[in-house]
């Protein structure tokens, strides 16, 4: 049997392209995204049901949909990132940092794979976001603890 091998392209938005056409089955999004894995050659690979699924994102593969911040006494107790298909996980802000164009990134699976805000998310997390008077730096505060957000170019 010959094995079947499908290429995807993931855009900005976090959005999948097969063949011009958009990946929109929510079932399908979170097979995907929950078997993400980056590979040596810069592409990335979910083995999904015996087929071979690779992707080339335009930027990076996971793109954060929406945030749903948990609080306690008014203060941040988690936030849980979701992405494409509602695959979900924690935030690790020491993770989190702008990059070019002004664009909020953080890293997730344990640093192995970076992940964009979208323009809802990030305005959803700005929210919470503060910058420090004497510094000028911007951090985010999570469990009593301020973690500065760097700016990579």
Known sequence: ??????????????TVWHD????????VL???????????????????QGETCYFKAVDVPMVVQKIEI????EKIKEILLF????????LDAESLFVGKKN?????IRNGSLVARF???SYWELAQEIRQDKESHLFFLEIKGRKQTIPTVS
């Open 1 to 14: 049997m010959t094995e079947r091998i499908y290429h995807y392209t993931i855009d900005e938005e976090g």
């Open 118 to 120: 979208n323009r809802k």
């Open 30 to 48: 979170k097979l995907f995204f929950k078997n993400l894995k980056p590979t040596d050659d810069g592409r990335f690979v979910a083995l999904c």
């Open 20 to 27: 011009g056409a958009e990946v929109d089955d929510p079932a």
């Open 83 to 90: 992405f494409p298909g509602e695959v979900s996980e924690p």
């Open 103 to 107: 664009v909020l990134y953080c890293r």
């Open 70 to 73: 948990k609080k306690e006494r």
